[in-house]
């Protein structure tokens, strides 16, 4: 089944154009890593589908209904979710009060009770591995901490599609690994499909099932890990050099 | 109709400059200067009491104004230290509020120790007629300072080195103090000339009408009004809109009546904000 | 997810029990405000003067907590307290006297019509994304508007004759003790309302968006929607808290609900109590209360000192008083547990 189906998605900083006539299907349990030189448009277009940049132009449609013109809040209710490349957390609230708010405004349908919310948030801290800090407040985090924090957020709503924005940057190889086996796990178990920025090509190779490279605002490559590791234009365009980290 | 039109100009060429002591400080530091048109009445008062002690009237104008001149840069070296220490949101807030803390002192000093004060400049000489219409003197000479104050502005903003300096502040501090800049001078220094700005508002308008001692509060907020307009941190933009809102209160004014007319101004202001928040001149949101 | 009807399971009880912990510790602090404010008449009854400013002093506490929903909760810098107080004021008056809808009625219904400027204001102001600094010119001007429009429409209003009021002569609202537990009533009133607010679900929402309003929106936060309610919830509380002044003291006029007269003093105490805090605004209608008593025996230098002691305030204690006592009470008993950040 289709999740969501993007029909030449352009949007233009004053004119010039971040990212420029994206047309891309996307399946139902699907991993899709997004790769592509910086400055390519990848946080663009992540933040178009969101809502939190609403695309200058083009279609996105997500279970067929149209989120071009939707708020952030309301796509996310949708059941889309984002976490940032910078993560943007709540300063003033403990690390469970954060996936709180992700678990009572972040749903689909009626809002939960606050027992229930408390319980989705516990859970959601728990599969990110985080529960140990629920107490803990948001600055005692390290970055790495705070984008799972988000994730946290994120999952706690229950969403169908999880939008993630370079998540693994920096990392070492055991919390790489982790990492990875938690989106995994997330596909796995809770049925997400999930589109992901990612830098880390040990990262894409070992999770992604889809690689779609971006440059310049448009798809260059489309297909399998290895495909598009063969394809010429990617490998010159982006690949050359940033292929050995 | 004209008369109409000339009498607008007079008065917006008065709002202009007060709206432009207020712009510059705003772009600056992102000060909300809440005790602007009490600095104005402060140099009015003193140009009053030394005019009453004898001292000529030239004299006692210099002294004023380099008075609120100087008041203005104590300001800024005292109190406004903890705000430019601050950022975004907290600096605004907190310089608005201490701002309108001065401003209280300003005026009750002015209340307590002479509540019946008032400055008038009287110039004699019959009215010149101009397009047909008998301007009063002391309106004539008053528009002619602010114009030749309003055109120094931009000379000095455009060709200086501290002119220039002021606008790569105002559009970068963190560039500007890379190009060698030091903004906390630069603001210094503007927060010295918004004052002599203020000083200049007192002394045009007592040449038209008396300045008492009680005016600040109403100075402040056309200041706040024309700074709005025109887009804050932009001088041109405060001349634009000063003699723009100049001319719609004499017309409404004269057609309408007077406290719809202030309710207009406000309205212009609040809809400024809400269409076009950078301004008349400035670029769409 | 997999594992949450388990846990929600084990999780419901354990907050219930929790929660009743919670409800004590939230609410104690408002019955304690209560009971002390209740005491005060014992030692001024006799004294009209003296009643006089401990009711006004009340007042003031209810639009501070009115400002602290609207500005302390959500941001938005509201400068036209007195304007929205003024709105329900004259709106009750002219209902009740001139209409003759009963006092009551009149009283929320002018609330009602406060509520919709009020309202109005806030998604002007978040639907164009407005700063702080630009709410609060965008309401400057309306409030001074409304001024404008008391002084010019003389015939609704009075204009600087002011307007006598008539209903509300003879009742609870006429003469001093009975109105001043009317009106401490009405002040805790809002102190609940204002910690219901805080605990429900809104209270989660005006925490997040404050904190950061993209972070808020991207979980969910209709951000506009709560900063609007935050609007109109707010400027009900000062339309009725200004309606029910006029009906007690008998006369209002262009001073009563005049930015200088009200804004002013309702900003000053908030920043002095604490911004977002429950206690912040009694505490800071007390001290500006206590502090105007004082200085009405210096009535010339009272502005002066005015200023003084804001600008002496502001550079000492930045975040406000019970912020920074709450912190200090945070480090002294920081080895029985965490501190809690919101008071
Ligand atoms: N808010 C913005 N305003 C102007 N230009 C922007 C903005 N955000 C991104 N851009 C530009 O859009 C292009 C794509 O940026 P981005 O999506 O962040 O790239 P990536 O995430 O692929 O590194 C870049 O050229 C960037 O400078
Ligand atoms: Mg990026």
Same mark, same amino acid.
């Given at each position: 089944?289709?999740?969501?189906?993007?029909?030449?998605?352009?949007?233009?900083?004053?004119?010039?154009?971040?990212?420029?006539?994206?047309?891309?299907?996307?399946?139902?349990?699907?991993?899709?890593?997004?790769?592509?030189?910086?400055?390519?448009?990848?946080?663009?277009?992540?933040?178009?589908?969101?809502?939190?940049?609403?695309?200058?132009?083009?279609?996105?449609?997500?279970?067929?209904?149209?989120?071009?013109?939707?708020?952030?809040?309301?796509?996310?209710?949708?059941?889309?979710?984002?976490?940032?490349?910078?993560?943007?957390? @709540?300063?003033?609230?403990?690390?469970?009060?954060?996936?709180?708010?992700?678990?009572? @405004?972040?749903?689909?349908?009626?809002?939960?009770?606050?027992?229930?919310? @408390?319980?989705?948030?516990?859970?959601?801290?728990?599969?990110?591995?985080?529960?140990?800090?629920?107490?803990?407040?948001?600055?005692?985090?390290?970055?790495?901490?705070?984008?799972?924090?988000?994730?946290?957020?994120?999952?706690?709503?229950?969403?169908?599609?999880?939008?993630?924005?370079?998540?693994?940057?920096?990392?070492?190889?055991?919390?790489?690994?982790?990492?990875?086996?938690?989106?995994?796990?997330?596909?796995?178990?809770?049925?997400?499909?999930?589109?992901?920025?990612? !830098?880390?090509?040990?990262?894409?190779?070992?999770?992604?099932?889809?690689?779609?490279?971006?440059?310049?605002?448009?798809?260059?490559?489309?297909?399998?890990?290895?495909?598009?590791?063969? !394809?010429?234009?990617?490998?010159?365009?982006?690949?050359?050099?940033?292929?050995?980290? | 109709?004209?008369?109409?039109?000339?009498?607008?100009?007079?008065?917006?060429?008065?709002?202009?400059?007060?709206?432009?002591?207020?712009? *510059?400080?705003?772009?600056?530091?992102?000060?909300?200067?809440?005790?602007?048109?009490?600095?104005?009445?402060?140099? #009015?008062?003193?140009?009053?009491?030394?005019?009453?002690?004898?001292?000529?009237?030239?004299? #006692?104008?210099?002294?004023?104004?380099?008075?609120?001149?100087?008041?203005?840069?104590?300001?800024?070296?005292?109190?406004?230290?903890?705000?430019?220490?601050?950022?975004?949101?907290?600096?605004?807030?907190?310089?608005?509020?201490?701002?309108?803390?001065?401003?209280?002192?300003?005026?009750?000093? *002015?209340?307590?120790?002479?509540?019946?004060?008032?400055?008038?400049?009287?110039?004699?000489?019959?009215?010149?007629?101009?397009?047909?219409?008998?301007?009063?003197?002391?309106?004539?000479?008053?528009?002619?300072?602010?114009?030749?104050?309003? #055109?120094? *502005?931009?000379?000095?903003?455009?060709?200086?080195?501290?002119?220039?300096?002021?606008?790569?502040?105002?559009?970068?501090?963190?560039?500007?103090?890379?190009?060698?800049?030091?903004?906390?001078?630069?603001?210094?220094?503007?927060?010295?000339?918004? +004052?002599?700005?203020?000083?200049?508002?007192?002394?045009?308008?007592?040449?038209?009408?008396?300045?008492?001692?009680?005016? +600040?509060?109403?100075?402040?907020?056309?200041?706040?009004?024309?700074?709005?307009?025109?887009?804050? +941190?932009?001088?041109?933009?405060?001349?634009?809109?000063?003699?723009?809102?100049?001319?719609?209160?004499?017309?409404?004014?004269?057609?309408?009546?007077?406290?719809?007319?202030?309710?207009?101004?406000?309205?212009?202001?609040?809809?400024?904000?809400?269409?076009?928040?950078?301004?008349?001149?400035?670029?769409?949101? | 997810?997999?594992?949450?009807?388990?846990?929600?399971?084990?999780?419901?009880?354990?907050?219930?029990?929790?929660?009743?912990? /919670?409800?004590?510790?939230?609410?104690?602090?408002?019955?304690?405000?209560?009971?002390?404010?209740?005491?005060?008449?014992?030692?001024?009854?006799?004294?009209?003067?003296?009643?006089?400013?401990?009711?006004?002093?009340?007042?003031?506490?209810?639009?501070?907590?009115?400002?602290?929903?609207?500005?302390?909760? /959500?941001?938005?810098?509201?400068?036209?307290?007195?304007?929205?107080?003024?709105?329900?004021?004259?709106?009750?008056?002219?209902?009740?006297?001139?209409?003759?809808?009963?006092?009551?009625?009149?009283?929320?219904?002018?609330?009602?019509?406060?509520?919709?400027?009020?309202?109005?204001?806030?998604?002007?102001?978040?639907?164009?994304?407005?700063?702080?600094?630009?709410?609060?010119?965008?309401?400057?001007?309306?409030?001074?508007?409304?001024?404008?429009?008391?002084?010019?429409?003389?015939?609704?209003?009075?204009?600087?004759?002011?307007?006598?009021?008539?209903?509300?002569?003879?009742?609870?609202?006429?003469?001093?003790?009975?109105?001043?537990?009317?009106?401490?009533?009405?002040?805790?009133?809002?102190?609940?309302?204002?910690?219901?607010?805080?605990?429900?679900?809104?209270?989660?929402?005006?925490?997040?968006?404050?904190?950061?309003?993209?972070?808020?929106?991207?979980?969910?936060?209709?951000?506009?929607?709560?900063?609007?309610?935050?609007?109109?919830?707010?400027?009900?509380?000062?339309?009725?808290?200004?309606?029910?002044?006029?009906?007690?003291?008998?006369?209002?006029?262009?001073? /009563?609900?005049?930015?200088?007269?009200?804004?002013?003093?309702?900003?000053?105490?908030?920043?002095?109590?604490?911004?977002?805090?429950?206690?912040?605004?009694?505490?800071?209608?007390?001290?500006?209360?206590?502090?105007?008593?004082?200085?009405?025996?210096?009535?010339?230098?009272?502005?002066?000192?005015?200023?003084?002691?804001?600008?002496?305030?502001?550079?000492?204690?930045?975040?406000?008083?019970?912020?920074?006592?709450?912190?200090?009470?945070?480090?002294?008993?920081?080895?029985?547990?965490?501190?809690?950040?919101?008071?």
């Amino acid at each position: 089944m289709t999740v969501l189906e993007l029909a030449g998605v352009e949007k233009h900083f004053g004119g010039l154009p971040a990212v420029n006539g994206v047309s891309l299907t996307v399946d139902e349990g699907e991993i899709l890593a997004l790769v592509g030189p910086n400055g390519a448009g990848k946080s663009t277009l992540l933040k178009a589908i969101s809502g939190l940049q609403p695309a200058t132009r083009g279609s996105a449609k997500f279970f067929g209904e149209e989120l071009v013109g939707m708020k952030a809040h309301v796509v996310r209710q949708l059941g889309i979710s984002m976490v940032l490349q910078t993560p943007r957390v @709540f300063e003033s609230m403990t690390v469970r009060e954060n996936v709180i708010v992700g678990a009572t @405004f972040g749903v689909t349908g009626d809002r939960p009770s606050a027992a229930q919310a @408390f319980a989705r948030a516990e859970d959601a801290l728990g599969f990110v591995g985080l529960a140990g800090y629920a107490d803990a407040e948001v600055d005692s985090l390290n970055l790495h901490q705070q984008r799972f924090l988000e994730l946290a957020r994120s999952l706690a709503g229950q969403p169908k599609l999880l939008l993630l924005d370079e998540v693994m940057a920096g990392l070492n190889d055991t919390e790489l690994q982790a990492s990875i086996d938690i989106v995994r796990t997330a596909r796995d178990e809770l049925g997400v499909t999930v589109i992901w920025v990612e !830098h880390v090509m040990k990262a894409v190779m070992s999770l992604a099932e889809r690689v779609v490279v971006l440059n310049f605002g448009q798809i260059l490559a489309d297909g399998s890990p290895a495909d598009v590791m063969a !394809h010429p234009e990617v490998v010159t365009a982006y690949l050359g050099t940033e292929m050995k980290t | 109709m004209t008369a109409v039109v000339l009498d607008g100009i007079v008065l917006g060429l008065q709002f202009a400059i007060l709206g432009a002591g207020l712009t *510059l400080v705003y772009g600056l530091g992102g000060v909300v200067n809440l005790a602007h048109g009490q600095m104005a009445v402060f140099s #009015a008062i003193v140009i009053a009491r030394l005019i009453d002690h004898g001292v000529s009237t030239f004299l #006692a104008v210099m002294i004023g104004i380099a008075a609120v001149g100087v008041l203005g840069l104590l300001i800024d070296l005292s109190l406004m230290k903890p705000v430019y220490r601050q950022k975004g949101e907290s600096r605004v807030l907190l310089g608005l509020l201490l701002m309108l803390g001065v401003g209280f002192i300003i005026d009750g000093v *002015l209340e307590w120790k002479y509540p019946i004060e008032a400055l008038t400049i009287r110039i004699s000489g019959d009215p010149i007629p101009i397009l047909g219409v008998n301007m009063r003197r002391g309106s004539l000479i008053a528009s002619g300072i602010i114009v030749v104050v309003g #055109a120094s *502005l931009v000379l000095f903003f455009r060709f200086t080195t501290f002119g220039r300096a002021t606008r790569s502040v105002i559009q970068d501090e963190r560039g500007a103090r890379l190009c060698g800049v030091n903004p906390a001078t630069v603001r210094t220094v503007i927060f010295g000339l918004s +004052g002599v700005l203020a000083g200049v508002v007192a002394v045009t308008r007592a040449m038209s009408t008396p300045v008492v001692s009680t005016a +600040g509060v109403d100075l402040t907020i056309f200041a706040l009004i024309v700074a709005v307009v025109g887009g804050l +941190g932009s001088v041109s933009g405060s001349f634009f809109a000063g003699i723009l809102l100049g001319i719609v209160n004499t017309f409404s004014a004269f057609y309408i009546g007077t406290y719809i007319t202030t309710i207009v101004l406000l309205l212009a202001a609040a809809l400024t904000i809400v269409l076009r928040p950078s301004g008349l001149l400035g670029e769409k949101p | 997810m997999t594992a949450s009807t388990a846990s929600a399971k084990e999780g419901a009880p354990n907050t219930a029990a929790r929660g009743s912990a /919670t409800a004590f510790r939230d609410f104690a602090p408002i019955a304690v405000v209560a009971v002390l404010l209740a005491l005060v008449p014992l030692n001024f009854h006799d004294s009209r003067s003296m009643m006089t400013v401990i009711i006004a002093g009340m007042l003031f506490l209810s639009y501070t907590i009115a400002f602290n929903v609207i500005f302390g909760s /959500t941001g938005q810098l509201f400068l036209c307290t007195g304007a929205l107080a003024g709105i329900g004021g004259f709106g009750s008056v002219i209902l009740s006297d001139r209409v003759g809808i009963p006092m009551t009625l009149s009283i929320v219904l002018a609330g009602a019509v406060a509520a919709v400027f009020g309202g109005l204001l806030s998604w002007i102001a978040v639907s164009r994304s407005l700063d702080t600094i630009f709410t609060g010119i965008v309401t400057l001007a309306f409030s001074l508007s409304f001024q404008n429009f008391v002084l010019g429409r003389r015939d609704l209003t009075g204009g600087e004759n002011g307007l006598r009021v008539e209903a509300g002569k003879d009742g609870l609202l006429d003469t001093q003790v009975k109105p001043y537990y009317v009106f401490l009533a009405l002040a805790v009133a809002y102190l609940i309302l204002f910690r219901l607010l805080q605990r429900s679900h809104i209270g989660w929402a005006f925490r997040a968006l404050r904190d950061d309003e993209v972070a808020a929106e991207l979980s969910g936060v209709d951000v506009t929607r709560y900063r609007v309610y935050a609007g109109i919830i707010g400027s009900a509380m000062l339309g009725v808290a200004g309606a029910i002044f006029a009906h007690h003291r008998g006369f209002i006029g262009t001073s /009563t609900y005049s930015f200088g007269s009200v804004d002013v003093r309702v900003l000053v105490m908030l920043a002095f109590g604490g911004i977002g805090t429950l206690i912040g605004p009694v505490l800071g209608a007390a001290v500006f209360t206590i502090l105007d008593e004082i200085l009405v025996s210096y009535a010339q230098l009272r502005e002066v000192l005015y200023g003084v002691v804001t600008v002496g305030l502001f550079l000492g204690f930045r975040q406000g008083v019970i912020p920074a006592l709450s912190s200090l009470w945070d480090r002294v008993v920081s080895s029985g547990g965490r501190g809690r950040k919101s008071t």
